[in-house]
């Protein structure tokens, strides 16, 4: 099945919507979210949990009202996440192409890949509802298995969640560097707070390489050598020019 706008994870698309209700729905949806929050919170500034489709027909108590779109249309949430902030090993934000906030590209630990896997392979042509902070931030629409463990947040998240995600979690590019030394992912709290620590070790490095290069270079710019004009390097023996 083709649907037009369609991106690199899941595309949008629009839902049933009945504008009578609209209060309902919002209503349950405030205060479920407020009761994920809170539940969620612990030691962490923020909150960022991913939900599936859910259905009218299930007990209410697992399932929350949402609206989504422009304009807003009504859809049946799971009130338990697929995965959270909880599952985050590394991530990368941008500014959102819409205007609306960042997004976030997120590197998932083991459970969170395992879990992101299995809910795209069986509930194709379902959403999924990005929350952050108990607030609808994104959704998209599951149009394929994601087996790599990377989920793209496409917008709604504020700079001030950007910013403590940078406190917690090392980029996706810096993880990689810090995985080649622990041999896998982190999942544990332990192992990501010491892939952490390996990322910001790493940058501390390279920030000061950068400097001492530049203090170099200031006080003899004919240290950092360019090749003499006309110069052209031999090619080795057999090397088509």
């Known amino acids: ?34 009761v ?11 909150t960022l949990s991913v939900h599936s489709q859910g259905d009218e027909m299930e007990s209410p108590r697992s399932i929350m009202p949402d609206l989504v779109g ?55 042509g379902e959403i999924l509802r990005t929350l952050v902070n108990g607030k609808g931030a994104d959704y998209v629409v599951i149009d394929r298995p994601i087996a790599d463990g990377i989920f793209i947040v496409w917008e709604g998240v504020p700079d001030e969640v950007v910013a403590e995600m940078t406190k917690k979690y090392p980029s996706i590019k810096g993880l990689s560097s810090a995985c080649s030394k622990m041999e896998m992912t982190p999942t544990t709290k332990t192992e990501k707070k010491k892939a952490f620590g390996l990322f910001k070790k790493t940058e501390r490095e390279e920030e000061k390489k ?31 020019q």
């Open 1 to 34: 099945m083709h649907f037009p706008g369609s991106r690199a994870l899941a595309f949008r698309r629009d839902l049933w919507f009945d504008p009578g209700m609209m209060r309902h729905a919002l209503f349950h949806a405030v205060l479920a979210v407020l």
């Open 210 to 240: 950068a400097k001492a290069e530049d203090a170099v270079q200031a006080e003899d710019p004919a240290a950092i050598q360019t090749p003499a004009e006309g110069f052209e390097p031999a090619l080795p023996e057999g090397a088509m």
């Open 70 to 124: 422009n304009p807003p249309r009504k859809v049946i949430l799971k009130r338990s996440p697929e995965f959270t902030h909880n599952n985050i090993a590394a991530f990368h934000a941008f500014p959102a192409d819409t205007g609306n906030g960042n997004g976030v590209a997120l590197k998932l630990d083991f459970k969170g890949k395992q879990a992101l896997e299995l809910v795209t392979r069986m509930r194709a």
């Open 36 to 46: 994920l929050g809170g539940c969620q919170t612990g030691k962490s500034k923020f």
